[in-house]
Each structure stands twice: as C-alpha cells, then as structure tokens.
C-alpha cells in the first residue's frame, strides 16, 4: 500500500524558506512522475511542481525562479525548496505520485506566509 507522508510546512514571514520532504513508503514505479500541488483557501487545487520519470521539471508560472523541486529516488523522498515566499504561497500543499493507473496524495501540509 502507497503511502505519502508530508513534513516541513509551518509559518513563515514573506521573503522567508521553507523545505518541504514527502516521504513514499510502498512501491510506486519509477514511471511515475511525483508532485506537489497546493490548494488555498476558497481555491481549486493548483500543481505546483511536477517531476517526471525522465527527470524532466515543470512549475507553476508563479513559483518559478523561487521553488525548486528534487527526488531522491534512494530515499523514496520528493522535496519542495521554496524560497523567496509571498503570502499568496499561503495553502495546503500536497505530494502526489501521478502513476498511469491512479494516483497517490498525501495528506497535506500546511504552509502559512504573513506579511
């Protein structure tokens, strides 16, 4: 059974960092590609940022230049270093394994940004 386990979230001030790590317990093919997406409040869930099997990256128009996205296939951990963060980067941010047959999220983490 797949399991995503999200930490690092917290309260930060605007400007300020924070690294989140999705530990994956379970097999989750190394064809999937692994994510993290956000929804804020009032929201839709948005994605963030996306790693592909290939390694290939893509972010969100709105984070890029300030997160960055890594997987330690080792370690079965995904990471999220967001830098450089606003106060609309406020939300719950979750993992997702985006896999051919289902998907796989975690439970969330809660990122806060004041100003």
């Known amino acids: 059974q797949v399991q995503l386990v999200e930490s690092g979230g917290g309260s930060v001030q605007a400007g300020g960092s924070l690294k989140l790590s999705c530990a994956a317990s379970g097999y989750i093919s190394r064809s999937c590609g692994m994510g993290w997406y956000r929804q804020a409040p009032g929201k839709e869930r948005e994605q963030v940022s996306r790693?592909?099997?290939?390694?290939?990256?893509t972010y969100a128009n709105s984070v890029k230049g300030r997160f960055t996205i890594s997987r330690d296939n080792g370690k079965n951990t995904l990471y999220l270093q967001m830098n450089s963060l606003k106060t609309e980067d406020t939300a719950v941010y979750y993992c997702?394994?985006?896999?051919?047959?289902?998907?796989?999220w975690g439970q969330g983490t809660q990122v806060t940004v004041s100003s």
């Open positions: 790693v592909d099997s290939d390694g290939t990256t």
């Open positions: 997702a394994a985006i896999c051919i047959v289902k998907n796989y």
